[in-house]
Nanobody, 125 residues
């Protein structure tokens, strides 16, 4: 079955950049559109970013304010999220998720079938 494994989280100072990745196995990565979500302490998990199967269409949460970039490398079955100008408010567990294209609203958790275990990103000021 499809497995997603995130990597690259850590403890960073505000203002720096950080990239996290998501390795996908057990399925045809190119057949899935992908998303990143995050869950801050005491809050619900929220949508961060979306990318289509070809990597030609992306979408971001309004709160991200153009600081994040989602990308994918289909031959290497890997999804990426680059976060610039990190803020303490970006502290959260970041999850990648895979969905079948056309399966509802990509900004909602319910449209995704497979999830990674999450990677912690902590931003201190």
């Amino acid at each position: 079955h499809v497995q997603l494994v995130e990597a690259g989280g850590g403890l960073v100072q505000a203002g720096v950049s950080l990239s996290v990745s998501c390795a996908v196995s057990g399925g045809a990565f190119v057949d899935y559109s992908m998303g990143w979500f995050r869950q801050a302490p005491g809050k619900d998990r929220e949508f961060v970013a979306y990318i289509n199967t070809a990597g030609t269409v992306s979408d971001y949460a309004n709160s991200i304010e153009d600081r994040f970039t989602i990308s994918r490398n289909n031959p290497k079955n890997t999804l990426f999220l680059r976060a610039d100008s990190l803020e303490p408010e970006d502290t959260a567990v970041y999850y990648c998720a895979a969905r079948t294209p056309g399966n509802g609203d990509w900004r909602t958790e319910n449209s995704y079938s497979y999830w990674g275990q999450g990677t912690q990103v902590t931003v201190f000021s």
